[in-house]
């Protein structure tokens, strides 16, 4: 077992003094931001990002109704420019906390959610507190805390990290690049079992030991092959893989997701045909999803911004158009960090903004606005973003592709090179 | 099982009345008929004002009052705390522990005294602790009125201690107690403190005995 943390504490103060500068634009004098266990992973970047804390929970225990225990729960608060404090229920022995990275941990007994309000009055915290992570604290936590608390002002703020986190520093981008490693082989490892017609858990579990042997970790394997994978894009609802092989000809496709290096979060996917030998239509898709990504990724670096890439990428689309052919224009990718980044590449150009906002509310298909708020702003060097396309022929196949480039000073670095199955 | 003041067998100088723990969510208050003479004179404290000093043994002739008629209802009350340590060495900080009572109803409040728990005795903790006692009618205590605070230099646990009011009694729903330990303190300090507080309200003596709630531990 290792003793030693990843990044040295250095690495966490700059990321502490990024956190209060984007409190400070915003007006903040406090921030509470919530994580849950490890074996739910639900935000549990953003704690782990703060203070390399990891609540070792299965976040499956029931619900403590009684004294609200929520031990799988951790909270860090940023409060007067000083080092975060780490808020955690979980007992010190069975917590590392030496390797914690904070101003000061503190341990409630026997409640995180009762325990809070208590410091807060005891510390004269009160007025406005920005909250991240209202998405993961449960309503029956949320409303305890929130009537303990009259003097707070919660205000949500479930974004306010993604700027702090947007460009990664140079130990990131190695963390990245070591993820990106673990996946191209694993996803590698998982496709060729999905060519050579094994069963879609064989895959997955290739695709798991590569994880795992290289000290990796995921959230979830998709394998999946035929009429299924043309349908849906992600495998078996329950664990994404299940113990029905692929016929030859079939089309198999295979997607990673999770932390899968030191928290970080990567999501590639490839599609290919059972037994390596597309027909002629399989192959137009292949080709497709594959060039869309290409033509995006070469025209990633510094200044592009995402609606040029929309734009970009559209036109490749384009060339793969055809009777019944579709083109499932959703968004051709987005930011990452320690899950998934919200801010999008579009399909497309989407036109103003203001039209954008405008047809909130007004469709069956509507669109999330804050997606889009970054468009229009040029990538910078040390920016993570994913880049994919799906298209779909039906009684063909769907064909998906998804890989990872870090932007660099001149262009981007291609960190998922699992190959293409043409 | 209850106690009856002077038992032989005692090896606390202050023994308590001992509960049962075994009704959780189910207030079972135990009022025991007493007047505000009595419940002093339990003490051995008089005097005018706010009065916060430690009790006598319950060995001494003057803290031996009758024992309490049976119980009627009784309260538990969860102690709950919150410590500050150092990452890096774990060295404790600042060490807080809190209790709240529930008496179900605005009530009058003329005094309170504090027990500490038969089986144990918190000697061989040198620290200065804060103690307060607050009262509000709201149950999240955005309104708070304090009663009393007070600092025990050298002792983890005011084993004896009461706070009486001769002027006007306080009238509040909830009593919360808290103490705060200074560094280099290293220990619970409520939990072992106390095993029950005494209310004095309208000459009925209403107990609530502590329970601590496990520490937190796996559950799934």
């Known amino acids: 077992m290792s003793g030693s943390n990843y990044f040295p504490r250095e690495e966490y103060e700059a990321r502490w003094k990024r956190v209060w500068d984007a409190m400070r634009a915003k007006g903040y004098d406090h921030l509470l931001v919530w994580s849950r266990g490890a074996g739910s992973y639900d935000r549990l970047g953003n704690g782990l990002w703060l203070t390399n804390f990891a609540n070792n929970g299965t976040g499956q225990d029931w619900a403590d109704d009684v004294q609200m225990g929520a031990w799988t729960f951790s909270a860090v608060l940023f409060r007067d420019g000083r080092a975060p404090e780490l808020h955690s229920a979980q007992p010190p022995q069975e917590t590392e906390y030496a390797r914690t990275v904070c101003g000061e941990l503190i341990v409630h007994e026997p409640s995180l959610i009762t325990g809070l309000p208590e410091y ?6 009160e007025g406005r ?19 303990l608390t009259p003097q707070i002002e919660w205000v949500t703020d479930e974004w306010f990290l993604l700027e702090p986190q947007r460009v990664k520093s140079a130990r990131e981008q190695e963390a990245f690049r070591t993820a990106g490693d673990i996946t191209t082989h694993a996803l590698a490892a998982g496709m060729d079992a999905l060519i050579a017609g094994e069963t879609s858990a064989e895959a997955a579990a290739r695709t798991a030991m590569e994880i795992m042997r290289r000290g ?15 349908r849906f894009l992600l495998g078996d609802m329950l664990y994404g893989y299940d113990t029905s092989a692929p016929k030859k000809g ?43 990504c290409k033509a995006i990724i070469k025209a990633i670096r510094p200044g592009v911004t995402p609606r040029q890439l929309g734009v970009i990428g559209e036109k490749a689309a ?67 973003i ?32 699992t190959p293409y199955y043409l | 099982m209850y106690w009856s003041p002077g038992t032989a067998a005692s090896r606390s100088p202050i023994r308590p009345i001992i509960f049962e723990h075994g009704a959780i969510g189910g207030l079972r208050d135990r009022e025991m008929q007493t007047n505000r003479r009595q419940f002093i004179a339990r003490s051995a404290i008089g005097g005018f004002g706010l009065v916060a000093a430690p009790l006598l043994p319950a060995e001494s002739a003057r803290a031996g009052a009758s024992p309490l008629p049976a119980a009627e209802r009784q309260i538990i009350a969860s102690i709950a705390r919150y410590y500050r340590l150092s990452p890096e060495d774990g060295v404790q900080g600042e060490d807080f522990s809190w209790v709240q009572i529930d008496l179900g109803a605005t009530r009058p409040i003329d005094a309170i005294r504090l027990r ?47 706070a009486y009011f001769p002027q006007n009694a306080v009238h509040a729903r909830y009593v ?18 106390f095993g029950t507080i005494e209310i004095l309200s309208k000459g009925a003596a209403i107990s609530a005995a502590m329970r601590r709630w496990e520490t937190n531990h796996r559950r799934g």
């Open chain 1, 250 to 292: 079939d089309m198999v496709r295979g997607w990673i997701q999770g932390p899968i290096f030191q928290g970080y979060w990567l999501d590639p996917g490839r599609t290919a045909v059972c037994g390596g030998r597309p027909t002629r239509e399989q192959r137009h898709i292949l080709e497709g999803a594959t060039e869309v």
């Open chain 1, 216 to 230: 990796g970790g995921f959230s979830r394997i998709d394998m999946h092959h035929g009429a299924h994978a043309e």
């Open chain 1, 129 to 147: 507190v920005a909250v991240v992570g209202d998405d993961v604290l449960p309503g029956l936590y949320d409303r305890r805390l929130r009537s």
């Open chain 2, 116 to 162: 500490p728990p038969e089986t144990s005795c918190s000697t061989g903790y040198w620290s200065s602790i804060h103690f307060c006692i607050d009262c509000s009618d709201d149950q999240g205590f955005g309104e708070i009125r304090p009663i009393t605070n007070w600092r025990a230099e050298h002792s983890a646990a005011p084993v004896n201690f009461l």
């Open chain 1, 318 to 384: 384009q060339r793969y158009a055809g009777d019944g052919i579709d083109l499932n224009l959703g968004i051709f990718g987005h930011q990452m960090g320690t899950f998934y980044g919200p801010h999008i590449i579009p399909a497309g150009d989407p036109g103003a903004l203001e039209d954008v906002k405008e047809k909130q509310g007004t469709s069956a298909n509507e669109i999330m606005f804050k997606e889009y708020e970054k468009i229009d702003e040029p990538y910078e060097p040390g920016m993570l």
């Open chain 1, 120 to 125: 807060f009055r005891k510390h004269g915290i």
């Open chain 2, 176 to 193: 919360r107690l808290s103490a705060s330990a200074s560094p280099p303190y290293n220990g619970a300090i409520l939990p072992s403190g």
């Open chain 1, 386 to 417: 994913a880049v994919e396309a799906f298209i779909k022929h039906p009684g063909v196949g769907m064909s998906g592709l998804e890989d990872h480039v870090l932007v660099t000073r001149d262009g981007c670095e291609q960190i998922t090179n």
